[in-house]
């Protein structure tokens, strides 16, 4: 049995919808399946917009709301037959309503809570799984609406809140497990469960932060014990880089969890960073797919995974990094410095990207997110100033507009020369490198630049690393590349997915 996940740009419109369920149907055969949706793509945004627009007492929210509205209409008008149509929407209608009163009582007590805002959000994937398996019934092919709310508990971190992994996978056993253990055959069921959203023991609606919804994917794959996960999205599969950045960059066929998972939280959009805990707890491999390419095989994120030729597997990258150095006489040898650098920095709810310390001790140099620098800048002015006032520490160094770039890959592990080849490739670039960071894993080297430097560092790296052969495989990419479906004609498809890929 399979668990898929289809994100919001493969489901942003009746055409797309359309494309998926024949993409479903098939994967399905006979059999039965766990399909996981997002909303309808932006539609998380608006609803965000909408939420502020009323907690500010401005009415524009309605506007929103009424386009959503149309959104929807015009998608079970091509979804269903006209005898249906009506009875189609009139769920999806009410809802609609439901959502409008409750931007109203924002509107009313101008204010929007974390906990009122997710509430808010969770229509998005509602609103757009009901219309999915509404669809598909009408197809004739039996689908049944799950919302998530019903399967994954979560504390009350409103936003981004944490699930409680084994009674969600009691849940999620007990609701969809029974049906979708039946024998293959006509009775399979396909389940449309409402991605990103889940609730709190008590019942109150939360999200698990934004792009949740593969997490819940990989939830539900690792509770349902699925041979396998397929995340559907609108590009190729996992890149060497950044398409919009490298002209060469090419598809990935193969990558480890860890080196996924080392991808993700560096920035890169492959996957929601958490998706990669379930599947590899249970060895469930994940399949990254094209909705708009479906005959290309995509990326195979797994355990086992045949090695490449290359030294590294890709390059990711973070902007809009600021960097602190902390530096001073006093710093040597005195122990508990370093820990009260990142005591203050996590009380100020700043959240550290990059750490290096020469073993000299005579800094320590942290890099950030440059919109959390000033909180963060004086947390550190605050909790070191006496030692600031006895000189023991000096300046407090602070430099914006950097770029942070990873090289990350399994292949790294154990091989000598390869941050001798990074930093000499960099070197005659004639690239400036800021700071540097590895871990004792050796799957990732981290680097910072000046923002001005960034497509030339990421270029160079991308040639000294992956060189010809980089330029040969996407050149034999784009021959191959199988029938696309036509991009709706007013939705423009973005210019990343046109690349072909992530990152
Ligand atoms: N709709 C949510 C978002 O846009 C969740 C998701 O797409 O995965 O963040
Ligand atoms: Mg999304």
Redesign the pocket.
């Known amino acids: 049995m399979k668990t898929l996940k289809f994100?919001?740009s493969s489901v942003e419109d009746a055409g797309k919808i359309r494309h998926v369920i024949s993409i479903i149907k098939n994967e399905a055969g006979n059999g039965s399946l766990c399909v996981v949706c997002?909303?309808m793509?932006?539609?998380?945004?608006e609803l965000i917009r909408a939420a502020r627009l009323a907690e500010e007492g401005r009415p524009g929210y309605r506007a929103l709301l009424e386009r959503l509205e149309e959104r929807l209409i015009r998608a079970c008008e091509g979804l269903f037959p006209q005898g249906e149509r009506e009875a189609s929407f009139s769920p999806l209608f009410e809802s609609c309503g439901e959502l409008l009163d409750i931007l109203h009582g924002v509107e009313l007590v101008r204010e929007c809570t974390p906990r009122s805002l997710d509430l808010i959000?969770s229509f998005?994937?509602r609103l757009n799984c009901a219309l999915i398996a509404g669809a598909m019934r009408s197809m004739g092919i039996n689908a049944r609406y799950v919302d998530a709310r019903e399967l994954i508990v979560t504390d009350e971190r409103y936003g981004s809140a944490r699930v409680d992994f084994t009674a969600s996978c009691r849940n999620i056993r007990r609701r969809l497990g029974g049906a979708l253990s039946g024998r293959a055959g006509a009775g399979g069921v396909i389940f449309i469960v409402t991605?990103?959203i889940a609730a709190t023991s008590s019942g109150v609606t939360t999200?698990?932060?934004?792009?949740?919804?593969?997490?819940?994917a990989a939830l539900c794959a690792a509770a349902l014990d699925s041979q396998a996960l397929e995340v559907w999205k609108d590009v190729d599969g996992v890149l060497s880089a950044d398409p919009n950045i490298v002209r060469g960059a090419f598809v990935i066929d193969e990558v480890s969890y860890e080196e996924a998972m080392e991808m993700s939280f560096f920035g890169a959009e492959i996957i929601?960073p958490y998706t990669m805990g379930p599947v590899l707890e249970k060895n469930i491999p994940l399949r990254v797919k094209n909705t708009l390419n479906p005959s290309v095989p995509g990326t195979l994120i797994a355990r086992d995974i045949g090695r490449h030729e290359w030294p590294i597997t890709s390059i990711a990258s973070i902007g809009n990094a600021a960097l602190i150095n902390v530096e001073g006489s006093g710093m040597q040898g005195t122990p508990g410095i370093a820990s009260r650098v990142f005591a203050a920095l996590a009380k100020a709810d700043v959240n550290v990207i990059m750490i290096s310390q020469a073993s000299s001790e005579h800094s320590i140099c942290i890099v950030i997110r440059a919109g959390e620098a000033k909180k963060a800048l004086s947390a550190l002015k605050a909790e070191l100033a006496a030692e600031t006032q006895a000189r023991l520490i000096g300046n407090f160094a602070v430099m914006k507009d950097l770029e942070i770039v990873a090289i990350i890959g399994e292949n790294m592990r154990g091989r000598p020369g390869i941050s001798g080849e990074l930093f000499s490739a960099l070197g005659r670039a004639g690239v400036n490198v800021l700071a540097i960071a590895q871990g004792s894993s050796e799957r990732n080297i981290s680097f910072v630049v000046d923002g001005r430097d960034k497509v030339q560092a990421i270029n160079t790296v991308h040639r000294a690393f992956f060189g010809a052969a980089g330029k040969r495989k996407s050149e034999a990419k784009l021959r191959t590349a199988g029938p696309k479906i036509a991009a709706p004609k007013k939705a423009a498809r973005p210019k990343k997915a046109e690349r072909g890929g992530v990152q």
């Open positions: 994100g919001g997002s909303a793509k932006g539609v998380t945004d959000m998005g994937e991605g990103f999200t698990l932060g934004r792009n949740g919804s593969d997490y819940t929601h």
